[in-house]
């Protein structure tokens, strides 16, 4: 145990649990994250119109590009924060040893959570209004913005993951005051 | 001075800074939520169709309902935390003396916060891309969408200050491990 042991510490199959518990968040993040990405950016649909076919994609839409950004920043910060959990799992010791990595997961996990809740606002939002706005006119779109809900729901839990994953690293701040 | 000194706590007028802080933050997340539910609630334009005139309100929209929602929630958390606030500047005490208060802070700012990062990515998703929609076509459209712009802007800042309390009322917490 290279941990100082002290009166409010949980005995270290507790912090075990917990670690492990942190790696199956960060892991449930990425693959949602990745879920997410291949429904969202795989999302086409031809319309009908007097000029001929229009082909939809999902770049026509501005939200669902702020949408892709989101989970882009989320997957690139979900796969560093799996390979230090992985490290922290198997060593159990964090990579520098100090404080700074726990600022770290605060604030980044606190970012990123914000971020994926903007993003996931934004995908339901614009997927449900528009549907409606479309709807009983061209059915292609109808399935379109319906693929736009669910790319925002699967969002939705990589969200909720990381917002657990802010739980726990502001849980774990060494004490201020 | 009622709280127990130690090495790491700041000063007491360090610590009266830091309440002015928290209750400066919660009056002005109520100041804009406020500004944002009367430029959203407001919003109505009437557009000309082969059926006559139509009236739009923001209720037609239906990620303007969610934004609402969002809105009321916050201020109802808002007004209450700022009652909080100033009975700890005032006073210099938390109201029941302990733990728990920070707890409810902690997790009801996560809360809030991020149900007001939903609904800023709501509102500028729909707004953003129903105005693309139907740019050109209808004038009166063209004025709702900034409206409901606006409003997704001013909860954007409220937003951004229910997630800096957040990040204090994190910070503040008891040490757990």
């Known amino acids: 145990m290279t941990e100082t042991p002290s009166s409010t510490m949980p005995p270290p199959s507790t912090a075990v649990v917990w670690r492990s518990v942190g790696l199956v968040l960060r892991v449930l993040t990425v ?3 990745v879920v997410s990405l291949i429904i969202l950016t795989t999302n ?17 839409i501005k939200a669902y590009r702020y949408v892709l ?27 520098n040893g100090g404080d700074a990595l726990y ?8 970012l990123i959570s914000y971020l994926l809740a903007t993003g996931t606002g934004a995908g339901f939002g614009v997927s449900v209004d528009l549907k409606d706005a479309n709807s009983g006119t061209v059915s ?8 736009g809900n669910a ?16 739980i726990l690293s502001s849980l774990s701040l ?4």
């Open 44 to 60: 086409t649909t031809t319309v009908s119109s007097n000029f001929g076919q229009i082909k939809i994609r999902f770049q026509d």
């Open 151 to 166: 790319a925002s729901a699967i969002l939705l839990f990589a969200f909720i993951f990381t917002a657990i994953s802010s």
């Open 31 to 33: 693959i949602s994250l």
């Open 174 to 177: 060494p004490k201020r005051a």
């Open 103 to 110: 600022f770290f997961d605060f604030y980044g996990d606190k």
């Open 140 to 147: 292609g779109l109808d399935k379109f913005f319906n693929k």
């Open 69 to 95: 950004a989101t989970i882009v920043i989320g997957l690139v910060y979900g796969f560093l924060q799996t390979a230090f959990a992985i490290y922290h799992v198997t060593t159990g010791n964090r990579i």
